[in-house]
């Protein structure tokens, strides 16, 4: 089933169907902050974004930007067929836990070096992602990662009628 094209040009937007596939990382210094159970868990304005056809840009921030003590190894791990295996993170503030809340790419593959211990969040998963001051929408589905913000224009895998992946 074809998928609905938005005119971006038409309205200033990035349409992710034209994200590239394999993926692209590009920098952002934008200042993203990722906030939970009342704490800054990050705070950057060096995030890379990667961008994935039918995907939401995905923002991974710097260990050096991320309250890393706040990060609880999870026994989780994913493959990712562009990135490579990805560890994930629970988030601990207090006695609040956020399960496998963020991840992060140990050894990537090659084209991904720059986002090697780089650390992704779920903003579905946290209790704020900003992007400038802008509050990210959380992709649809449990799996993906995708930031939404007002400049991008779907419709985002994961989305009913997006067609199950």
């Known amino acids: 089933m074809p998928h609905p094209k938005p005119d ?69 791990t994913s493959y990712c067929e562009f990135k490579g295996e990805s560890r994930y993170y629970d988030i601990v503030v207090g006695d609040r836990v956020s399960k496998s809340a963020a991840w992060c790419y140990p050894e990537p593959d090659s084209g991904f070096e720059r986002i090697q211990y780089a650390i992704a969040f779920y903003p579905g998963r946290v209790d ?13 589905g449990e799996f993906y990662g995708g930031w939404i913000t007002s400049e991008i224009a779907g419709p985002f895998k994961g989305e009913p009628g997006s067609g199950g992946w």
């Open 8 to 76: 971006p040009i038409a309205d200033g937007r990035e349409s992710v169907w034209d994200y590239p596939r394999p993926p692209r990382v590009e920098a952002d210094s934008r200042r993203v902050v990722v906030e939970f159970a009342g704490a800054v868990i990050a705070d950057s304005t060096s995030a890379f974004r990667v961008l994935e056809t039918s995907h939401p840009p995905v923002f991974y921030i710097a260990p050096e930007d991320v309250k890393v003590e706040f990060l609880l190894a999870s026994t989780k």
């Open 128 to 140: 704020k992602v900003t992007v400038d001051g802008e509050i990210v929408i959380p992709q649809p």
